[in-house]
T-cell receptor, first 112, second 110 residues
Framework: DGGITQSPKYLFRKEGQNVTLSCEQN?????MYWYRQDPGQGLRLIYYSQIVNDFQKGDIAEGYSVSREKKESFPLTVTSAQKNPTAFYLC???????????FGQGTRLTVV | DAKTTQPPSMDCAEGRAANLPCNHSTISGNEYVYWYRQIHSQGPQYIIHGLKNNETNEMASLIITEDRKSSTLILPHATLRDTAVYYC???????????FGAGTRLTVKP
């Protein structure tokens, strides 16, 4: 079945370590997105990419990095520079044309 | 991008219509209105979108005012499973960014 997959569902890391969250889609979508969600809050855009080898910062890019080497993959690295990395992270994909976006089930990251 | 304003919370009785408002007074002519919902701890789910005409699908109806400055999402017969946070966003066609606000937390009560 076509879809968007995030892994792992839960992730624990020690403070000061970089961690990479995986996002894979087999929908042949051009655009991919990363969001952060804190408890009781809405989604905040971290990075997005409209095409392979190109990406743009969202509203809260500091302390995060991404790559888009393949159309189907858009990994997010949470670096040690991110002051408060514990959060729920959501990945999405869509066609760049005006169509619906599909979301993964999210990765809950806890940094201790 | 235009921003949206939604009430933080609403209640609805089961079986009744749920009408969720959204204000987007600074919307541009090429921006579409999208609605998504997020059930607790899951990824958001697309519901419906439109440009200026009213739209209906199997999940909901979208009513956009003639001046396009506001819209209403209608769930015709709300069920307990419709309890979720509903997000209204505006998005320019052919542009990749997609920004969400705080949404409306809809609680459907028996």
């Amino acid at each position: 079945d076509g879809g968007i997959t995030q892994s792992p569902k839960y992730l624990f890391r020690k403070e000061g370590q970089n961690v990479t969250l995986s996002c894979e889609q087999n929908l042949n979508h051009d655009a991919m997105y990363w969001y952060r969600q804190d408890p009781g809050q809405g989604l905040r855009l971290i990075y997005y990419s409209q095409i392979v080898n190109d990406f743009q910062k969202g509203d809260i890019a500091e302390g995060y990095s991404v790559s888009r080497e393949k159309k189907e993959s858009f990994p997010l690295t949470v670096t040690s520079a991110q002051k408060n990395p514990t959060a729920f992270y959501l990945c999405a994909s869509s066609q760049v044309e005006n169509t619906e976006a599909f979301f993964g089930q999210g990765t809950r990251l806890t940094v201790v | 991008d235009a921003k949206t304003t939604q009430p933080p919370s609403m209640d609805c009785a089961e079986g009744r219509a749920a009408n969720l408002p959204c204000n987007h007074s600074t919307i541009s002519g090429n921006e579409y209105v999208y609605w998504y919902r997020q059930i607790h701890s899951q990824g958001p789910q697309y519901i419906i979108h439109g440009l200026k005409n009213n739209e209906t699908n199997e999940m909901a109806s979208l009513i956009i005012t003639e001046d396009r400055k506001s819209s209403t999402l209608i769930l015709p017969h709300a069920t307990l499973r419709d309890t979720a946070v509903y997000y209204c966003i505006v998005r320019v066609a052919r542009v990749g960014d997609m920004r969400f606000g705080a949404g409306t937390r809809l609680t459907v009560k028996p």
